[in-house]
T-cell receptor, first 109, second 115 residues
Framework: TQLLEQSPQFLSIQEGENLTVYCNSSSVFSSLQWYRQEPGEGPVLLVTVVTGGEVKKLKRLTFQFGDARKDSSLHITAAQPGDTGLYLCAATGFQKLVFGTGTRLLVSP | DAGVTQSPTHLIKTRGQHVTLRCSPISGHKSVSWYQQVLGQGPQFIFQYYEKEERGRGNFPDRFSARQFPNYSSELNVNALLLGDSALYLC??????????????FGPGTRLTVL
């Protein structure tokens, strides 16, 4: 069974700070997705990374897929309160997603 | 266009009871998946249905069952509820993405509390 571990589990920062969330596994993935989930809602897809070493940017969010396709990171620049939520990485498997343990981010004004 | 809809939004049951959760996928999506998200954890895969047939099943007991209807909506049934079944149940519909990578779109979930 694939196991995706995310770190840190919880992060509380001030508005304007930068942060990085990590997603690690011992398995190789064909692709990996990042989701953000807000309270009372389902996860919303942010990005899909496919190629080892790939870097994708989404406004202040930068996503990187490890060269060996076993790990990924999400970097947020100048965090805003609207970035608050649960960040989940997910490996795309046959017919299903395998989610990581999640990182809960709280950005205070 | 409406996204994935789920009903009810909240549900309270007692141990041993049965529950049925409902999901309507995005129009045009033929695949529906169900996930269980226990508080503080990431979602765990329960079932995937495509064209009314089960295409995948996670590591859940036989108390969990599901079906998909001709209009592609789906029901998740859980029998003999246990306290540990308390969770947010998420439904996702799938759209084939570019390069063969599927994208799943999640509904808001049904919050089930078992007392």
């Amino acid at each position: 069974t694939q196991l995706l571990e995310q770190s840190p589990q919880f992060l509380s920062i001030q508005e304007g700070e930068n942060l990085t969330v990590y997603c690690n596994s011992s398995s190789v993935f064909s692709s990996l997705q990042w989701y953000r989930q807000e309270p009372g809602e389902g996860p919303v897809l942010l990005v899909t990374v496919v190629t080892g070493g790939e870097v994708k940017k989404l406004k202040r969010l930068t996503f990187q897929f490890g060269d060996a396709r076993k790990d990924s990171s999400l970097h947020i620049t100048a965090a805003q309160p609207g970035d608050t939520g649960l960040y989940l990485c997910a490996a795309t498997g046959f017919q299903k997603l395998v989610f990581g343990t999640g990182t809960r981010l709280l950005v205070s004004p | 266009d409406a996204g994935v809809t789920q009903s009810p939004t909240h549900l309270i049951k007692t141990r041993g009871q049965h529950v049925t959760l409902r999901c309507s996928p995005i129009s045009g999506h033929k695949s529906v998946s169900w996930y269980q998200q226990v508080l503080g954890q990431g979602p765990q895969f329960i079932f995937q249905y495509y064209e009314k047939e089960e295409r995948g099943r996670g590591n859940f007991p036989d108390r969990f069952s599901a079906r998909q209807f001709p209009n592609y909506s789906s029901e998740l049934n859980v029998n003999a509820l246990l306290l540990g079944d308390s969770a947010l149940y998420l439904c996702a519909s799938r759209s084939p993405g570019t390069g063969g990578i599927d994208e799943q779109f999640f509904g808001p979930g049904t919050r089930l509390t078992v007392l």
